[in-house]
């Protein structure tokens, strides 16, 4: 199966450690975050994947090659301009789309979420996407659903006002599973984002669905976010094989 990890961006709230590294190459003990997703997704038989790159990028390359030291196939799309999260992935829309649904996930998200059950739930519910989602009121979006999982409405970095209308604590994850006919919904050769431009205008559609999370997740955002990235490895919680 394939899958994409969105790994252009610069990573400029976590200040001089990625002045001069990648964001996805941060040290987790002795190996990058990256590494962690890479095989991460290769135990859920994501195998051909690809990355796209933006700031140094021949840092990611020089590193991981063809992917066989995580037992994956990479591919590399280089953006000279960013595209944002949903254009990355309809840049590479000819790669994703001739297997079936297929995975996105930001590089900058450590989980060890169950990946086979997601896609099971996301095959079952006939999905156009299948969003992973986890409780957090005070996160950049507001995602609500129905008994059956089906989103009923998405709010991208909503107003205090907006998030106190909405009773749900449920917010997006940053990992989605895709059926291909997501990809017409994402304009071509535009800057475009996933949450914002995608998300929130398909959820009245009643063709986007929620997955719970059942596993740990980090998102690598913060010097204290990556501090407990460590530290979850570290401890065994998350792990590369």
Known sequence: MKAMVL??????????????????????????????????????????????????????????????????????SYEPELLGTAGGVKNVAGFLADQGAFLVQYGDVLTSQDFTAMLRFHQERRALATLLVHCRRASNSAVSMDADGRIVGFLERPSEAQRA??????????????????????????????????????????????????????????????AEARAAVRQGQIRLG
Request: overall charge positive; charged content about 25%; aromatic content about 10%.
């Open 7 to 76: 790994c252009a961006g610069y990573g400029t709230r976590l200040g001089a450690l990625t002045r001069e590294v990648p964001k996805p190459m941060l040290a987790l003990g002795e190996r990058p975050l990256l590494e962690y997703l890479l095989c991460h997704l290769a135990r859920h038989a994501f195998r051909e994947i690809a990355v796209n790159l933006h700031f140094m990028p021949e840092v990611i390359r020089d590193y991981f090659g063809d992917g066989s030291r995580c037992g994956v196939r990479l591919s590399y």
């Open 165 to 226: 209308a909405v009773p749900s604590t449920w917010a997006f994850s940053g990992v989605t599973i895709c059926d291909p006919d997501l990809l017409r919904e994402i304009p071509s050769q535009t800057f475009c984002d996933l949450p914002r431009d995608i998300f929130t205008r398909l959820a009245p559609t009643g063709r986007l669905f929620a997955f719970p999370l059942t596993g740990r997740r980090f998102a690598v955002d913060s010097c204290e976010r990556l």
